[in-house]
């Protein structure tokens, strides 16, 4: 479960103070897929930073399965963010010239997994994210964008994380690709109870999940429930 | 992280960019190289220095006549050139020093001489047995000059190995052939063992005769060139050359003992002023090539500076999934630790080869020491460790989400 609670964020350039977050404060269930949507300037990309344990708040308080992680230090926050949280990026940042399994298998490498588990736990990883297993060998750089998406999304899943957090992960992606990941995220959370939170300027993209959370100018406008979400049906959908 | 994970880091990132890692390596490579084959130049020069030295004999003093005056003169013929030492001045030396070992006079200079019609110049030793030991002289073939000999003023020579191959031809039979120095014939009774010559003199590019022989027949006079005593050891050197100048000047009835008829000169001085010039060689050699190792360390640096900003957004990636600070600047310091280690093998190996072609092609009597392989070994580490350390501070300092947008 997260709770933030009042969470303020104040840059300060020089003499210039500018609040990125002015108390913004919501909780999610675990398994819920609520997209953070705001136009770019609004704060979500400083709100997903706090959020993804990236960085703390000025002010306010985060907690995170119960454990206040609003002001531990650098290496206590990487700590939580290898444990609890993987991060699917727009420009999916994978390690180039290295197989796609090994990708995968680094959050496990820093978690000190023993090599054989680390194997199978990402060969699962990357069957829930949904490639194809004749993929698993190639190097990151000869997969297509889809493909280099679902690699991410299975290292994001492969520490079997309390919370998958995505930045705009449709944005470097043409409509069809997008929409493939976009069934991805439900699928896993309808069918492993995910946790996603998925950070968008696109209502398009946001329309995708259950909740919707405005954010506007460092503040939170609005947070609604999505009754008629869009549903992508992979399997009438063809594979990226 | 396991120390398995991070090698295996630090070999796919090594080997991502082959060209680059070989080209750093190459710095150290150089500089570890250099410094190993300029330590084995350095000793192997001092060696040389330090055999040809002792190969003229050992715990030696030479006493030598002092410079010639004429009354009222300025005019100098150079040191030992005045006629100051005769045979009764080296019989007092051994009568009446201890701590001597052996002593040998002798008579020497440079003679135009000839056998069966070819001739050479060379220097002709009129000496006594004694010299043998004094001198370490071991004679190949035949005999050297025998107490008879002298007694008898014998016509009699012994060759040294370079001179019986330019009388006789190379390794010919020289024994009871006959050679004429200064019209006087003399019969070849042995030749000398090589020494190897270098250093001062060849010492097998000599004729050995008896010192009655050379009075009489050659320098027409009572007074001897040289006379050369082994003292028993090597600290009792100092005490002899002591011991025979208060004995000379006392002889010669010379007052003042700043200006003597005669100069001793102590083996032990020579090899020690010899060692410290190859000394200040070696040291001058490991210097340049210490700077050179130096340059390969910038060089290291350098590439890891390039790396760490190329590969930012991946270090902060690897900070997104968990890696804490010491994660990344230990794979930082790994990669440039490893650069170094195997750039200080492959230079070990290198520098072994310069000193082994060098000694192979004879110009120098090389050694590689176990030491300079350690220091080499050890410097390597070193650099890898301080010029790695600053790129994986900062590897390890980037904030993980301005390391992620940079482009």
Same mark, same amino acid.
Do not use: C
């Given at each position: 479960m997260i709770e933030i609670k009042d969470i303020i964020k104040t840059y300060t350039t020089g003499d210039i103070k500018f609040d990125a977050l002015k108390g913004v404060s919501f909780k999610i269930e675990d398994g819920e897929f609520v997209a953070i949507m705001g136009p770019s300037g609004s704060g979500k990309s400083t709100l997903m930073h706090i959020l993804g344990a990236l960085d703390t708040p000025t002010s306010g308080s985060y907690y995170l399965d119960g454990q206040?992680? %609003? %002001?531990? %230090?650098e290496d206590a926050l990487a700590d939580i963010r290898r444990d609890h949280i993987g991060f699917v990026f727009q420009s999916f940042n994978l390690l180039p010239r290295t197989t796609v399994l090994r990708n995968v298998m680094l959050p496990l490498v820093y978690d000190q997994v023993p090599s054989e588990e680390r194997i199978k736990r990402s060969e699962e990883a990357l069957k829930a994210a949904g490639l194809d297993e004749a993929h698993f060998s190639h190097l990151s750089n000869q997969l297509s964008g889809g493909q280099i998406q679902r690699v991410a999304i299975a290292r994001a899943l492969v520490n079997n994380p309390s919370l998958i957090l995505a930045d705009?992960?449709?944005?470097?992606?043409?409509t069809k690709t997008g929409e493939i990941v976009l069934g991805t995220f439900q699928r896993l959370n309808e069918e492993q109870g995910k946790t996603i939170i998925l950070i968008t300027h696109e209502l398009d993209v946001a329309e995708h999940a259950d909740r919707i959370i405005l954010i506007r100018d460092g503040e939170m406008v609005s947070d609604s429930k999505q009754h008629e979400k869009k549903i992508i049906n992979l399997n009438s959908g063809g594979k990226a | 992280m396991h120390i398995f994970d991070i090698l295996n880091e630090t070999y796919s990132a090594l080997s991502a960019n082959k060209v680059r890692s070989g080209l750093t390596m190459l710095g150290i490579v150089i500089g570890i190289s250099s410094v190993i084959a300029m330590l084995a130049i350095g000793q192997g020069a001092q060696s040389s220095i330090q055999s040809s030295i002792q190969s003229i004999g050992s715990n030696l003093v030479l006493v030598t006549p002092g410079v010639q005056r004429g009354p009222? /003169?300025?005019?100098s013929a150079g040191? $030992?050139? /005045?006629?100051?030492?005769?045979i009764a001045d080296s019989d007092a030396i051994k009568a009446q020093i201890s701590s001597i070992k052996n002593m040998a006079p002798e008579v020497s200079g440079r003679y135009q001489v000839t056998a069966r019609g070819q001739n050479t110049n060379t220097q002709v030793v009129g000496t006594i047995p004694d010299y043998q030991n004094v001198r370490n002289v071991q004679v190949a073939e035949g005999s050297f000059v025998s107490t008879q000999n002298v007694q008898g003023g014998s016509k009699v020579a012994v060759l040294g190995p370079t001179t019986r191959d330019d009388l006789f $031809?190379?390794? /010919?039979? /020289?024994?009871g052939q006959t050679i004429r120095i200064k019209q006087v014939d003399f019969k070849v009774v042995g030749v000398t063992v090589a020494k190897g010559g270098s250093g001062f003199g060849s010492q097998d590019d000599m004729i050995f005769i008896p010192i009655s022989a050379a009075q009489r027949y050659l320098s027409g006079d009572q007074y001897v060139t040289t006379i050369s005593v082994s003292a028993q050891d090597a600290n009792s050197t100092t005490q002899v050359q002591q011991d025979i100048t208060s004995l000379l000047l006392d002889r010669h009835h010379i007052? @003042?003992?700043?200006?003597? @008829?005669f100069s001793t000169l102590n083996q032990a001085d020579i090899a020690s002023a010899a060692s410290s010039i190859t000394q200040i060689f070696t040291i001058l050699l490991g210097s340049v090539a210490g700077i050179s190792l130096v340059v390969g360390g910038i060089g290291i640096m350098n590439m890891m500076l390039t790396t760490v900003t190329e590969r930012t957004r991946e270090i902060g990636l690897r900070k997104a999934i968990g890696a804490k600070r010491r994660d990344i600047s230990l794979q930082f310091l790994m990669e440039a630790i490893a650069l170094t280690f195997f750039g200080g093998f492959l230079g070990v190996i290198l520098g072994w080869l310069v000193s082994f072609v060098i000694t192979y092609f004879g110009i120098l009597q090389t050694q590689v020491s176990l030491f300079s392989v350690v220091l080499a070994f050890g410097v390597s580490a070193a650099i890898g460790i301080i010029f790695g350390y600053y790129p994986a501070r900062r590897a390890a300092a980037l904030n993980p989400i301005d390391a992620l947008r940079y482009e």
């Amino acid at each position: 479960m997260i709770e933030i609670k009042d969470i303020i964020k104040t840059y300060t350039t020089g003499d210039i103070k500018f609040d990125a977050l002015k108390g913004v404060s919501f909780k999610i269930e675990d398994g819920e897929f609520v997209a953070i949507m705001g136009p770019s300037g609004s704060g979500k990309s400083t709100l997903m930073h706090i959020l993804g344990a990236l960085d703390t708040p000025t002010s306010g308080s985060y907690y995170l399965d119960g454990q206040d992680v %609003s %002001s531990l %230090s650098e290496d206590a926050l990487a700590d939580i963010r290898r444990d609890h949280i993987g991060f699917v990026f727009q420009s999916f940042n994978l390690l180039p010239r290295t197989t796609v399994l090994r990708n995968v298998m680094l959050p496990l490498v820093y978690d000190q997994v023993p090599s054989e588990e680390r194997i199978k736990r990402s060969e699962e990883a990357l069957k829930a994210a949904g490639l194809d297993e004749a993929h698993f060998s190639h190097l990151s750089n000869q997969l297509s964008g889809g493909q280099i998406q679902r690699v991410a999304i299975a290292r994001a899943l492969v520490n079997n994380p309390s919370l998958i957090l995505a930045d705009e992960p449709t944005g470097n992606l043409d409509t069809k690709t997008g929409e493939i990941v976009l069934g991805t995220f439900q699928r896993l959370n309808e069918e492993q109870g995910k946790t996603i939170i998925l950070i968008t300027h696109e209502l398009d993209v946001a329309e995708h999940a259950d909740r919707i959370i405005l954010i506007r100018d460092g503040e939170m406008v609005s947070d609604s429930k999505q009754h008629e979400k869009k549903i992508i049906n992979l399997n009438s959908g063809g594979k990226a | 992280m396991h120390i398995f994970d991070i090698l295996n880091e630090t070999y796919s990132a090594l080997s991502a960019n082959k060209v680059r890692s070989g080209l750093t390596m190459l710095g150290i490579v150089i500089g570890i190289s250099s410094v190993i084959a300029m330590l084995a130049i350095g000793q192997g020069a001092q060696s040389s220095i330090q055999s040809s030295i002792q190969s003229i004999g050992s715990n030696l003093v030479l006493v030598t006549p002092g410079v010639q005056r004429g009354p009222g /003169a300025f005019v100098s013929a150079g040191r $030992g050139s /005045a006629k100051s030492l005769t045979i009764a001045d080296s019989d007092a030396i051994k009568a009446q020093i201890s701590s001597i070992k052996n002593m040998a006079p002798e008579v020497s200079g440079r003679y135009q001489v000839t056998a069966r019609g070819q001739n050479t110049n060379t220097q002709v030793v009129g000496t006594i047995p004694d010299y043998q030991n004094v001198r370490n002289v071991q004679v190949a073939e035949g005999s050297f000059v025998s107490t008879q000999n002298v007694q008898g003023g014998s016509k009699v020579a012994v060759l040294g190995p370079t001179t019986r191959d330019d009388l006789f $031809g190379v390794g /010919a039979e /020289a024994i009871g052939q006959t050679i004429r120095i200064k019209q006087v014939d003399f019969k070849v009774v042995g030749v000398t063992v090589a020494k190897g010559g270098s250093g001062f003199g060849s010492q097998d590019d000599m004729i050995f005769i008896p010192i009655s022989a050379a009075q009489r027949y050659l320098s027409g006079d009572q007074y001897v060139t040289t006379i050369s005593v082994s003292a028993q050891d090597a600290n009792s050197t100092t005490q002899v050359q002591q011991d025979i100048t208060s004995l000379l000047l006392d002889r010669h009835h010379i007052k @003042d003992p700043n200006s003597p @008829d005669f100069s001793t000169l102590n083996q032990a001085d020579i090899a020690s002023a010899a060692s410290s010039i190859t000394q200040i060689f070696t040291i001058l050699l490991g210097s340049v090539a210490g700077i050179s190792l130096v340059v390969g360390g910038i060089g290291i640096m350098n590439m890891m500076l390039t790396t760490v900003t190329e590969r930012t957004r991946e270090i902060g990636l690897r900070k997104a999934i968990g890696a804490k600070r010491r994660d990344i600047s230990l794979q930082f310091l790994m990669e440039a630790i490893a650069l170094t280690f195997f750039g200080g093998f492959l230079g070990v190996i290198l520098g072994w080869l310069v000193s082994f072609v060098i000694t192979y092609f004879g110009i120098l009597q090389t050694q590689v020491s176990l030491f300079s392989v350690v220091l080499a070994f050890g410097v390597s580490a070193a650099i890898g460790i301080i010029f790695g350390y600053y790129p994986a501070r900062r590897a390890a300092a980037l904030n993980p989400i301005d390391a992620l947008r940079y482009e």
